[in-house]
């Protein structure tokens, strides 16, 4: 979903994007880190560490992550995950955006390092837990409740550092139900993550990983291994479809969310708009795949972006046609969400 979160940071208004757009960028970085297959995990997790320490202000010990931006050797495995250009530069001018953190004012550099705490946290227990997986030897998080606090750890937190930047910044003073807005924006992020799970299911697998929860794998008579043949998809669907309906309602949290804020805040509404309804399109998508067939990238065109673009600008005047957008959505238990997180 990087697509349509550049989208959205191109959106929104003057007087978070800044911040938003920081807090994006060090994600990146610290993204980048944990991804970069050709460096072992441990030298992974010390890097992290020593971003995660300096983000926190605990150290001002330099940062060098040469290492990390090195192209891939040509003897490299094809699936082996390497920095791309742009994120090259993000890993070799750290300090710039290290620099840039350090000179925000006190209660939004607190925000920030909030949210980047746990993010980070969230990399460095995903590099722990798939520590030796590979295509033959694939690890299963072992239960849903994992996936779940997975998914806050790197995407949620994402919702709540949004939503609290929104209301310093924004609408301060406009009355909300407050745990209610704060749920609906972890569950937005969840959702999010969620999906881009349920898409690369098959690239991931090709590294070791799988985000499907082995005891429910083992329901339908399954292990991580056998979802690398393609032809076990209709015996995997059932379980593949129960997490579809999660992100859905998930982002049917996150279309409320939207709907929530006031009015007034079109930006605003429009940059969580996008990424709800790619996100919505991607899971119908999926319901219909070759979820398993790593040559079936499921992916959302750049024309079908620019007609969801369009269509919200000009249903937004009208209310009725605006909310319409998403339809239809599952119902939401919010009760239920808000006691969870």
């Not at 560490?49 to 202000?57: K, P, S, T, V």
């Not at 749920?183 to 991931?204: C, H, S, T, W």
């Not at 794998?217 to 291994?225: M, N, Q, Y």
């Not at 015996?235 to 804020?261: C, K, M």
Request: hydrophobic share 45%; net charge positive.
């Amino acid at each position: 979903m990087s697509r349509s979160f550049y989208l959205t940071l191109r959106v929104l208004p003057a007087a978070i994007r800044s911040q938003i757009g920081l807090a994006y960028l060090l994600a990146r970085t610290t993204d980048t880190i944990a991804d970069t297959e050709l460096v072992p995990v441990n030298e992974r997790l010390a890097a992290l560490a020593a971003l995660r320490e300096r983000i926190l202000g605990k150290t001002s010990t330099p940062l060098d992550f040469r290492r990390f931006a090195e192209p891939a050797a040509p003897a490299a495995p094809h699936h082996a995950s390497t920095a791309s250009p742009a994120e090259r530069v993000l890993l070799l001018r750290v300090e710039e955006a290290l620099a840039v953190l350090a000179a925000r004012d006190t209660a939004d550099r607190q925000r920030i390092n909030d949210v980047l705490d746990t993010i980070t946290g969230g990399q460095e227990l995903d590099l722990r837990r798939f520590a030796g997986a590979g295509e033959r030897a694939i690890i299963a998080l072992p239960t849903a409740a994992d996936l779940e606090d997975y998914t806050y750890r790197v995407a949620g937190c994402v919702g709540e550092f949004w939503t609290k930047m929104c209301r310093a910044h924004l609408f301060p003073d406009v009355r909300l139900d407050e745990a209610r807005l704060l749920a609906n924006g972890i569950r937005f992020g969840k959702g999010l993550q969620l999906v881009n799970i349920l898409r690369d299911l098959p690239k991931d697998l090709r590294t070791g990983r799988c985000y499907l929860p082995a005891p429910e794998l083992a329901t339908c008579g399954l292990t991580p291994a056998d979802l690398l043949d393609p032809a076990c998809e209709p015996r995997l669907r059932p379980v593949y479809d129960r997490w579809l309906d999660r992100a859905e309602q998930h982002l049917a949290a996150g279309w409320e969310y939207t709907n929530t804020l006031p009015r007034g805040q079109i930006r605003l509404r429009l940059a969580c708009a996008w990424p709800v309804l790619i996100g919505l399109q991607t899971l119908r998508r999926l319901r219909t795949s070759r979820v398993l067939d790593p040559a079936a990238r499921i992916k959302i065109t750049r024309a079908e972006v620019r007609g969801i673009i369009v269509k919200t600008v000009l249903r937004y005047p009208a209310d009725a046609a605006w909310r319409r957008l998403a339809e239809p959505l599952p119902a939401i238990l919010v009760g239920d969400e808000v006691r969870r997180l």
